[in-house]
């Protein structure tokens, strides 16, 4: 067995293994990144103080389905917030996620009727857990931990979707009200360095026109992203920038070397 095959037979075996057990973990920047599916976590980068002087908490819904028409299984858990001072903007939040997430599974659940299942050895998944990467009294930002397995397919895939919201004013945050200028390139420029060391430790000659490609400046290329107190953190999925084998890849940016694109209104610049 080549290197090649071998990873792939240990990447599909740990992912296997991982969700069976309802827990979620995935390998980046050379460290384990983990999600406990049953409470929300707290991503601790670097020494970051992620969660700070919250007065409100996070719980989680559970939304669990199953065909044995089409041989699939759903396993998701998203979070809500509790006890906020605002009714209103809790209300909206947690509308904002549940209806995000029914519409991830509603579109599984269309492709698993046309979907062509080998047999009953196989069953389809489709699971989410999170990662609670911030959380004041004024902004939260999460991650959606995913995985999905067509039944058949050679391996699963794992998929990551952002939820950044402004508490205060009770609105999405989008990239663009964080930064202005040439912040894109800024972004882009210290990504496409960080993922060349990354991806130099598992092959000496990295595809550069595929890392150039996956992180080069367009917004499509940054729709995962998060953030703590000091820290500007970017996922990309699998295939975005590497192989299936190497795996998600995830850059962490001080929030001092993006200073001159931040917007000072922004929900960074406060």
Not at 10 to 23: E, H, M, P, Q, R
Not at 209 to 224: C, D, H, L
Request: aromatic letters at 16%.
């Amino acid at each position: 067995m080549n290197k090649f095959s071998f990873n792939i037979f240990l990447i599909s075996f740990v992912f296997i293994t991982v969700f069976s057990s309802a827990g979620f973990t995935y390998f980046s920047c050379g460290k384990n990144v983990s999600n406990d599916k049953n409470a929300a976590s707290e991503k601790n980068i670097s020494g970051s103080k992620s969660l700070t002087d919250e007065k409100y908490s996070i719980t989680h819904e559970t939304m669990y389905d199953s065909s044995a028409k089409y041989n699939y299984v759903v396993n998701v858990k998203y979070p809500q917030i509790k006890g906020f001072t605002n009714k209103e903007t809790e209300d909206n939040f947690n509308k904002y996620i549940k209806e995000f997430v029914t519409d991830h599974v509603d579109t599984f659940k269309n492709e698993m009727i046309s979907w062509e299942n080998p047999g009953v050895d196989y069953q389809s998944a489709y699971e989410i857990a999170d990662t609670i990467f911030y959380m004041t009294n004024d902004v939260i930002s999460i991650r959606l931990d995913g995985y999905t397995m067509f039944a058949g397919a050679a391996h699963p895939n794992t998929f990551f979707y952002s939820i950044n919201y402004d508490l205060k004013n009770n609105k999405v945050i989008k990239l663009s009200s964080l930064f202005d200028g040439s912040y894109m390139k800024v972004i882009s420029d210290y990504c496409i360095k960080e993922l060349k060391k990354q991806i130099e430790e598992y092959e000496q000659n990295p595809d550069l026109r595929w890392i150039k490609e996956g992180a080069g400046p367009k917004k499509e290329n940054y729709s995962v992203f998060n953030f703590t107190s000091d820290k500007f953190v970017v996922t990309f999925p699998a295939y975005q920038v590497a192989s299936y084998a190497e795996g998600p890849k995830e850059v962490v940016i001080p929030l001092s070397v993006l200073a001159d694109v931040m917007k000072k209104d922004g929900a960074l610049g406060k």
